[in-house]
Nanobody, 120 residues
Framework: QVQLVESGGGLVQAGGSLRLSCVAS????????MRWYRQAPGKERDMVAQ???????NYADSVKDRFTASRDNARNTVYLQMNSLRPEDTAVYYC??????????????WGQGTQVTVSS
């Protein structure tokens, strides 16, 4: 009934930029926190950025001043602008959201992930 669908990943050279998007589709009655996580091969999934409904953000130290999260509440969409990319940013990036679904309950959802590869 509810899906989070990411897009915008790809291959980019070090120093380049990418913009990820994540849209929540289906029966959604409101979205609270939206987050971006990433997982590199052999590593744990770590939170990269978090944004609340009012647009306040938090970032992992490793991406501060390089990544910017934003959202469009009317479109149930969150974005992650990634600048000055480094090879160590290579990972699968996942969207995560706390949203009120068709049951009327606030639940946590994950997207399927989008691959970001940064070449040196």
């Amino acid at each position: 009934q509810v899906q989070l669908v990411e897009s915008g990943g790809g291959l980019v050279q070090a120093g380049g930029s990418l913009r990820l998007s994540c849209v929540a589709s289906g029966t959604v009655f409101g979205i609270d926190l939206m987050r971006w996580y990433r997982q590199a091969p052999g590593k744990e999934r770590d939170m990269v950025a978090q944004i609340n409904r009012e647009g306040s953000t938090n970032y992992a130290d490793s991406v501060k001043d390089r990544f910017t999260a934003s959202r469009d509440n009317a479109r149930n969409t969150v974005y992650l602008q990634m600048n000055s990319l480094r090879p160590e940013d290579t990972a699968v990036y996942y969207c995560n959201a706390d949203l009120r679904d068709w049951t009327g309950r606030m639940r946590n959802y994950w997207g399927q992930g989008t691959q970001v590869t940064v070449s040196s």
